[in-house]
């Protein structure tokens, strides 16, 4: 896995990864759209999505199972279901979005003369890789029985918060997982 992802990110970002400022909006974006391509990367290496885009469930649970290992008794037996639950919450995004984007459309329509349509519009990467990550992990973090759970400060703001719905947190966990500087964490602590 580290190595499918040093070489997706050097692929996404060359090889030396420049250092953003947290204040600039186009760096800040610049580095989503990175991150949103780099989790593409490692799933389509890993098999994980077919050619629609959406994740295999099957590849995602032999992969998931693999890295989980035989160590984490109560993860094994819960994975599926949290597969199930993650692919449920990317359908229903991505019908949401599709909805959406039809809404927008025919308000176009409506409001502009009918204008060629640019072929030069830029298609950007697959979401659903890095939104189903985000999920898997908010629902091990929630899944975690209370005798396996780390009692650091962090770990309880980060519990506390996903017990009130609170996700605005988690960005700082992923824009840091997918930089190149995060090869030395492992993303199921």
Not at 12 to 25: E, N, Q
Request: glycine share 4%; with cysteine; charged share 35%.
């Amino acid at each position: 896995m580290k190595e499918v992802k040093k070489e997706c990110i050097a692929q996404i970002r060359g090889a030396s990864a420049p250092s953003y400022d947290p204040f600039d909006c186009e760096q800040m974006k610049l580095l989503k759209e990175q991150s949103v391509c780099t989790a593409e990367c490692i799933a389509k290496r890993f098999n994980l999505v077919d050619e629609h885009g959406d994740m295999k469930r099957e590849s995602v649970l032999v992969n998931l199972r693999a890295k989980i290992g035989d160590n984490n008794a109560w993860k094994s037996e819960a994975v599926e279901g949290f597969v199930d639950k993650c692919l449920a919450e990317l359908k229903a995004s991505k019908e949401k979005s599709a909805e959406a984007a039809e809404a927008a459309a025919a308000l176009k329509k409506e409001s502009q003369p009918i204008e060629k349509e640019s072929r030069d519009e830029k298609v950007g990467c697959n979401p659903c890789p890095l939104e189903f990550s985000h999920c898997i992990w908010r629902e091990v973090v929630q899944g975690c029985p209370a005798e396996s759970q780390i009692d650091s400060g962090k770990c309880k703001k980060i519990r506390e918060g996903l017990a009130k719905g609170d996700k605005s947190f988690l960005n700082k966990h992923f824009l840091h997982h997918f930089s190149a500087h995060s090869e030395d964490k492992k993303s199921w602590d």
